[in-house]
């Protein structure tokens, strides 16, 4: 299903109708600041599983997750001083700070070293989603088998049909990945320069 949600206004009966789709283990599509995510509730380990064979991708590999803001982020990661001054500068935008996970974060999420990549995108629909789920939502680019960057709601779509329950179209996305930084111990380390300016960490 294609669903056409207001970038700047969501509609909260639309959000609702997404929300109730998550609540049941639903995985659906939305815009983020970045690129369009796929993404469902952190808490439903069968949709996550359905994510993991939609992407091919090897369990050893966890997805990030989207926190509606730094104090939904502190439930999920250990947040030091340090990182929470360094976060609250910079979000919402484009950037996975990369944290410890906290012991609400289910194991499948988390990396041998018990971090997870956490996004708080610059986007009015996929906030919304997060607050109104209650629960972080997993955040992965969709991509075409090849790897390829989707970015068009209704291609999307098109290319996964009934595999996904819904696609919200919702703002033109840039595209471009979010940049990638470690906050682990304080010692912050540049993972992958993408959209959002890291020259602070460099």
Known sequence: ?????????PQQRL???????????????????????IGCDIM?????????QLKQ???????SFICSGLKNISYYAKVSNYAYKTMKRL??????FILEGSKLVPKIMLTKRKTAGIRVPD????LALVEELGNPIITTSATMPNGSILNDAS????????????????SIVSG????????INDAPEVLRKGMGDVSIFE
Do not use: W
């Open 1 to 9: 299903m294609l669903i056409k949600i207001n970038p700047h206004n």
């Open 15 to 37: 959000i609702t109708r997404v929300v109730d789709v998550l609540k049941r283990g639903g995985v659906v599509v939305y815009p983020t600041d970045t690129n369009y995510g």
């Open 44 to 52: 439903n380990q069968k949709a996550i599983e359905r994510i993991y």
């Open 57 to 63: 991708r090897n369990k050893s590999k966890p997805f």
């Open 91 to 96: 979000l919402p935008g484009p950037y996975t």
């Open 123 to 126: 986007n009015k629909i996929c």
């Open 155 to 170: 291609l999307i779509h098109d290319v996964f049909k009934n595999r996904i329950d819904i696609v919200i179209n919702g």
């Open 176 to 183: 471009k990945p979010s940049s990638v930084v470690s906050l």
